[in-house]
């Protein structure tokens, strides 16, 4: 039997009556266990947030880290590009709508044609931005012979130590929620490297991944440099804007 002077009936204003005892060493008498137990619980909740915050600002510095974005693209925003005419606010918002509302499985691709300076890479770097940070997904901006580059450099191995293996590039570009290719144009020196170019844009194509074309050229014009296959794969459920203002050097990223 309990010494009724070691425990007492007590009212948790939460949970009613319990049973205290008088806890021998401290002199003190317990709390309502169900509200130490409720207190258990959000802590244990809280460092679960903690977890999974810390978890997520993870993924994100390694998605940035792996974007290709770089310098002045880092900070390149939507709201950082000076729209002044109509033509160019335009483009600016359907940019903006594209990164917004675009589907991951949409098959829809966009095209950006302008000359040099007229701010493509700051329109392609704020919408990769805007899926890492905003919609919580992969993206990355690279030009087709930086891809082939990646590529190349991964050829043979199997994805051990520094090296990332050739199929992981192509599946991370391959599956990435949205990939700008930056300065097509600029032509590639052998059909391999044509072969490597389209099993990035084949694999988007059947996931049906956004994929966003950045180039100085009329979109005809990068058929035989792109490759018949990847072009077609790109033209696909594309709409294209054209930056029809004239370049200045200061305001592109790169
Ligand atoms: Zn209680």
């Excluded at 309502?32 to 510095?61: K, P």
């Excluded at 974005?69 to 390149?76: D, N, T």
């Amino acid at each position: 039997m309990d010494n009724p002077s070691e425990n007492r009936l007590q009212i948790c204003e939460i949970h009613g009556e319990f049973r205290s005892r008088l806890h021998a060493k401290s002199g003190k008498w317990t709390r309502c266990w169900a509200c130490i137990e409720a207190e258990l619980l959000a802590l244990d909740a809280q460092a679960q947030q903690d977890d999974a915050r810390r978890h997520r600002q993870a993924v994100t510095e390694r998605r940035m880290a792996e974007s290709g974005l770089e310098g002045r693209m880092l900070r390149a925003g939507f709201d950082t590009f000076v729209a002044q005419i109509d033509s160019q606010r335009a483009v600016l918002e359907a940019c903006q709508a594209f990164a917004e509302s675009v589907g991951l499985e949409d098959s829809r691709n966009l095209w950006i044609i302008g000359q040099p300076g007229t701010g493509k890479t700051h329109l392609g770097s704020a919408m990769v931005r805007h899926f890492i940070h905003e919609r919580d997904t992969a993206a990355a901006i690279f030009s087709a012979r930086e891809i082939v580059r990646m590529l190349r450099a991964s050829w043979g191995s199997r994805g051990e130590g520094a090296e990332e293996a050739e199929g992981d590039v192509i599946e991370r570009l391959g599956r990435a929620g949205l990939l700008v290719l930056d300065e097509v144009g600029v032509g590639f020196s052998t059909d391999a490297e044509r072969v490597q170019l389209f099993d990035v844009i084949d694999l988007r194509y059947k996931l049906g991944r956004p994929t966003v074309v950045l180039s100085n050229l009329k979109a005809s014009d990068m058929k035989p440099i792109l490759g018949d296959r990847t072009y077609d794969r790109l033209r696909e459920g594309a709409k294209q804007l054209v930056c029809n203002w004239p370049g200045s050097r200061a305001e592109e990223c790169s």
